[in-house]
């Protein structure tokens, strides 16, 4: 066989990153618009909220400042609030009851839910935050504890630059048609399952 053969695997790998980078640079040559973006994490899976949480982080690394409202969850003692609490730009609101199955009040949680989404409104009309979190916010509409068209008519009227996440599972179809990114992260394999408890620094 001819050494200089064009079909050896090298030449064959070349052409074919060739032709990918050709596409992929298309792409990002048509992506000109610049404005805040809205995305949803969603599925049964473990990590939405962690993604959100790295997130931050990013947002931190470029300087930017960021909001963080938790719905449902009642919990200051976790590893990313603990950390998260300490950087000059964040403003961290934990204004849940605890999940629904511990509370047992619907009420409760629904006065809760009213209350974080007032903070999550002032948030929403803040142009110095750049980021904003909203943690389990998609249990409030599950459980009708918020009405879903003022929740998408806030959300659109955010100004234009802000970026905002939603975590939480079941995210209504409103909510996804609204979003620019959506991102479902579903279960495989969990250790709880296996009789192994909630780990500090993997789980909270």
Not at 161 to 184: C, F, K, N, W, Y
């Amino acid at each position: 066989m001819n050494p200089e053969s064009p079909n050896k695997p090298e030449d064959k790998h070349l052409d074919r990153m060739q032709r990918k980078k050709a596409v992929v640079d298309e792409k990002i040559a048509q992506a000109s618009i610049e404005r805040g973006v809205l995305l949803v994490h969603t599925g049964t899976g473990k990590g939405k909220s962690s993604s959100a949480f790295g997130l931050v982080a990013r947002s931190l690394g470029h300087g930017y400042s960021v909001g963080v409202v938790q719905f449902v969850k009642s919990r200051s003692d976790t590893g990313e609030e603990a950390f998260f609490r300490n950087q000059k730009n964040v403003s961290w609101h934990v204004m849940g009851e605890g999940f629904t199955w511990e509370t047992q009040d619907k009420e409760k949680d629904a006065a809760a839910a009213r209350k974080a989404w007032q903070q999550a409104r002032i948030f929403l009309q803040d142009p110095s935050i750049n980021l904003l979190v909203l943690d389990e916010l998609t249990y409030a509409f599950k459980y009708q504890w918020l009405d879903l068209a003022e929740a998408l008519a806030d959300l659109a009227a955010r100004p234009t630059m802000q970026h905002v996440v939603i975590t939480g599972r079941g995210a209504p179809e409103g909510l996804i048609s609204a979003a620019d990114t959506v991102s479902e992260i579903n279960v495989v394999k969990h250790a709880f399952k296996a009789g192994i408890k909630a780990m500090p620094g993997v789980e909270f």
